[in-house]
């Protein structure tokens, strides 16, 4: 089905006129909701309670959840926490294989790209200094740039 700009244009100004929703009101997922408690859930093993009784609590207080899905959600959301604060204070990494070197001549301008060499085939199943179990384990992650 086609619409004209017109009726698109009314649906878009009947949207801005909703009333804001109550954001107690607001739905959560299980997995928002752990976040939403994490440091209520780290009081309350500061003060001896395991995960399994946490988690049986929660059951009992509205949110049915397992001891694993709470400590999964757990370590997502101590992952998710850290992130930006870890990659904002790192220094920018150091040039490594592959890489070119462009260090300025006596007039301040950068000077001719010479590709850095790769480390030497030792025979041992290693690439670039990394062996291949390292290579494989890397290859399926998306590294952001």
Same mark, same amino acid.
Do not use: C, W
């Given at each position: ?7 698109? %244009? ?8 909703? @009333?804001? =929703? ?45 001891? @694993? ?7 997502? +959301? ?16 150091? @040039? /490594? ?6 260090? @300025?001549? +006596? &007039? /301040?301008?950068? +000077?001719?790209?010479?590709? =850095?060499?790769?480390?030497? %085939? ?5 690439? &670039? &200094? ?5 290579? =494989?384990?890397?290859? &399926?992650?998306?590294? +952001? =740039?």
């Amino acid at each position: 089905m086609e619409y004209t700009v017109e009726q698109i %244009d009314q649906v878009g100004a009947g949207l801005l006129a909703l @009333p804001p =929703l109550d954001a107690s009101k607001r739905k959560l997922d299980k997995q928002a909701a752990v976040r939403r408690i994490k440091d209520q859930i780290a009081t309350v093993q500061q003060r001896g309670y395991t995960l399994e009784q946490i988690a049986q609590s929660m059951t009992e207080l509205g949110i049915q959840i397992t001891t @694993p899905t709470l400590k999964s959600y757990l370590q997502r +959301a101590k992952k998710a926490g850290g992130r930006g604060a870890r990659r904002a204070s790192r220094p920018p990494p150091a @040039p /490594g294989p592959g890489s070119v070197n462009r260090a @300025p001549n +006596a &007039g /301040g301008e950068a +000077a001719p790209a010479t590709p =850095l060499t790769p480390k030497a %085939d030792r025979g041992d199943g290693s690439v &670039g &200094g990394f062996s291949d179990r390292a290579v =494989l384990r890397n290859a &399926g992650r998306r590294h +952001a =740039l």
